[in-house]
């Protein structure tokens, strides 16, 4: 077999794979941050998390930080850390507002993942609900989709970080929460995601699961993972066409 054949027969799979997938999803949970856009594609999150670190020093509180965070390019990733040995300060709320606020802006930036409009308005077409299930502020959600037109495709149906940093995902809140608010059963559900987290949090809480991997070292990542082969897309092209045919 060729290297093309192989490559031929390995799109047939993942297709075949996301028209299953599709044909029984009722309704869809969206990860934000990847499959809807590029968040800080104009405002790299290395220089958020940079700023994090200034706006502690500058108030003599950089003692909080591990030397790992103060290295750290991902500053969710620092904000969860420093919640859990402050759960709940004054501390974490002005960190929480402040990315918050490093994120509406990145919004006004960000640049919209490949073929995503499209799909949003596709399965919303033919009577599939959406919501979003997402570690970024609800408020940054609602600020792009309004930008773009899509916020109706989801609205109210937008479940982001909460000031209880521990229900981040990968923990299954904001997927509960959205299955509860739509009457969905998590078996006639599916959820797009980008990351491990996103995937850990779909199988806690009983839904299938559509890995979207830009890279071929994500898509590695999510099979040793346990996510199948043809429940991974390198774009949102087949998972479209999928929708269009169902």
């Not at 591990?66 to 709940?88: F, K, M, Q, Y």
């Not at 004054?90 to 918050?100: G, P």
Request: some cysteine.
């Amino acid at each position: 077999m060729t290297a093309e054949t192989g490559r031929a027969h390995r799109v047939t799979r993942e297709s075949e794979g996301l028209r299953a997938l599709v044909a029984g999803a009722r309704h869809v949970l969206f990860d934000f941050d990847g499959p809807i856009c590029l968040l800080f594609h104009g405002c790299p999150a290395d220089r958020i998390a940079a700023e994090q670190v200034e706006w502690l020093d500058e108030r003599g509180l950089g003692w909080v930080l591990t030397d790992s965070e103060r290295r750290s390019e991902d500053p969710h990733g620092v904000l969860s850390s420093i919640a859990e040995r402050h759960p709940g300060s004054d501390l974490v709320a002005e960190l929480e507002e402040q990315l918050t606020r490093h994120e509406l802006r990145a919004a006004r930036r960000a640049r919209p993942t490949a073929h995503a409009d499209v799909l949003i308005r596709t399965w919303v077409a033919v009577g599939v609900q959406l919501a979003i299930v997402t570690n970024n502020s609800a408020r940054t959600v609602s600020s792009y989709l309004r930008g773009r037109g899509l916020l109706r495709c989801f609205d109210p149906h937008i479940y982001g970080r909460t000031r209880d940093l521990s229900l981040l995902k990968p923990h299954p809140r904001t997927l509960n929460t959205a299955l509860t608010a739509l009457g969905a059963a998590p078996e006639t559900s599916l959820m797009i995601g980008d990351s491990l987290s996103d995937h850990t949090a779909a199988v806690r809480a009983g839904v299938p699961f559509v890995g979207y991997a830009r890279h071929d070292a994500t898509a590695e990542q999510m099979q040793r993972a346990g996510v199948p082969e043809h429940s991974i897309t390198r774009s949102l092209e087949p998972l479209l066409e999928a929708v269009r045919r169902s």
